[in-house]
């Protein structure tokens, strides 16, 4: 034993290991081991074969070391090479970064030194990084992301209060769990007779009186459930003001929370919100079909009018699809409402067909706006059935102009078949003048709604003297 307390293997207890075996072993210790000279020449290579190293590195012998390392590694290898050579081996590894060109794949190497024999060979004993330097980028992307994430919960936190603050309506968020307000308004603090951050955290239910008996978090736990939910009526016990609390139930983080809106009973804020709840009535309860699309002519919300004319179970099966899938004409119908709404601002009584679930055509007028949301536009499309009174309907042109007046005078003064050939030119004049009204002179609509090509459409018109209609474009 030395005075360290390490034993030395003597030369009769070491096994003889041979030169094939003692490769394997190497290799089989380190990911990749090199046989380098003291001047940096690559002796011999032996790598792992469960490593995927992507260079051919056999092709290293004969190389200079530090033609295989990235710049900033070789001032690294030749400091530590020159400590190497003058003081002994060291205990301490070197981390090399290996690039398979100037601008290739790198891999990082750890490595330690070892003397050979007496020739001056130095081993190189390896082991891969990668794995380490992938699990440090997975940790900095989690802590990037962590970050990210804080930067939106705190940007959102931010909205959300902006929008609380600057809202004229009262608001307090509750715990149904604890009872407490976890967030409110300075509008709803003013109403109970508090100051701003007075109701924060403070029990909710010992704010009211309840004008029938009961508890408060009971009633307004009740309503916001409830199938046609009422305002829980109460009083303030600080201003006495008699109030009353619309409730909304949601849940976030696993938390049953109350969205309690404050009203005066006077009903201040409810003329302020009249037209909205009229409107929002209208859309519901209203006798005629309301469709919003975007500008593709994809139906973004319909009412229930809408799905019992086209005979459909729920909206889900409507969102998402074109309006056009349920006009007669498809999507010639949909481009003349939407051109000539997005060009004038609306469109007034454009009658088509709709087409439902199965298959029945009702006659309908179609009303279109477009309305400016942002950067997009949206049109609201008001469809009334008019299949009832079909028949109560003048036609479009009437039948008493000259062209009527001189097919009438013919008869007596030619053949039935000149009188037939002029009859068919005044209904086919009738009819393209009808396209051309409906489309708003757009020649390509007409002719997709005539069934004809634009060429064929042109002639016609050129025929009966109707291209001296001004071109709104």
């Not at 302020?272 to 709840?277: E, I, T, V, W």
């Not at 593709?296 to 409507?318: P, Q, R, T, W």
Request: charged fraction near 25%; charge should be negative; hydrophobic fraction near 40%.
């Amino acid at each position: 034993m030395t005075p360290r307390g390490t034993k030395y293997w003597n030369s009769g207890t070491i096994p003889l290991i041979g030169p094939e075996i003692l490769g394997d072993i190497i290799s089989e210790i380190s990911d990749l081991a090199m046989v380098i000279s003291e001047t940096g020449t690559i002796l011999s290579v032996l790598v792992n074969p469960l490593q995927d190293f992507r260079p051919h590195l056999e092709d290293w012998e004969g190389k200079d070391v530090r033609e295989t390392l990235a710049p900033e590694s070789v001032a690294k290898l030749d400091t530590r090479l020159a400590d190497f050579l003058e003081n002994g081996p060291s205990h301490r590894p070197i981390e090399l970064n290996h690039a398979e060109g100037p601008n290739g794949w790198e891999f990082p190497i750890r490595y330690s030194l070892h003397r050979i024999g007496p020739d001056g060979s130095i081993l190189m004993l390896g082991r891969d990084l990668r794995p380490i330097a992938e699990m440090q980028q997975q940790l900095v992307r989690a802590q990037i992301s962590l970050e990210q994430d804080f930067e939106t919960q705190r940007e959102s936190d931010a909205r959300f209060r902006m929008i609380m603050e600057r809202t004229n309506e009262a608001f307090a968020i509750v715990s149904l769990r604890t009872g407490r307000v976890t967030d409110s308004n300075t509008v709803a603090a003013s109403l109970l007779g508090m100051a701003g951050d007075d109701l924060q955290d403070a029990p909710f239910a010992p704010e009211f009186e309840l004008r029938k008996r009961g508890d408060v978090m009971e009633a307004l736990s009740a309503q916001a459930i409830a199938d046609r939910p009422m305002p829980v009526q109460v009083t303030s016990r600080k201003s006495g003001t008699h109030l009353r609390i619309i409730p909304t139930m949601f849940r976030a983080s696993g938390e049953r929370l109350l969205m309690c809106r404050i009203e005066p009973e006077e009903g201040g804020s409810i003329i302020a919100d009249s037209l909205s709840s009229n409107l929002a009535a209208l859309y519901q309860q209203g006798p005629d079909s309301i469709v919003f699309t975007d500008a593709a002519g994809k139906i973004l919300a319909a009412n229930e009018s809408f799905l019992n004319l086209i005979e459909a179970a729920h909206d889900l099966s409507v969102k998402g699809r074109t309006l056009g899938d349920y006009l007669m004409r498809g999507s010639v119908d949909l481009k003349v409402l939407t051109e000539n709404a997005a060009r004038s601002g609306r469109m007034r009584a454009y009658p088509t067909k709709v087409v439902g679930a199965f298959g029945t055509p009702r006659t309908v007028e179609i009303a279109v706006t477009c309305i400016q949301a942002g950067d997009s536009s949206v049109f609201a499309h008001v469809i009334r059935d008019a299949s009832r009174t079909d028949h109560l309907r003048p036609v479009r042109t009437p039948v008493t102009d000259d062209n009527v007046r001189s097919v009438m005078e013919l008869v007596g003064s030619a053949s039935l078949k000149d009188i037939v050939a002029e009859t068919t030119n005044v209904v086919e004049k009738m009819c393209i003048e009808t396209a051309v009204e409906l489309t708003m002179n757009n020649r390509v609509a007409a002719a997709e709604m005539l069934g004809l090509s634009r060429q064929s459409l042109y002639v016609k018109l050129r025929k009966y003297g109707l291209l001296a209609r001004d071109d709104p474009s």
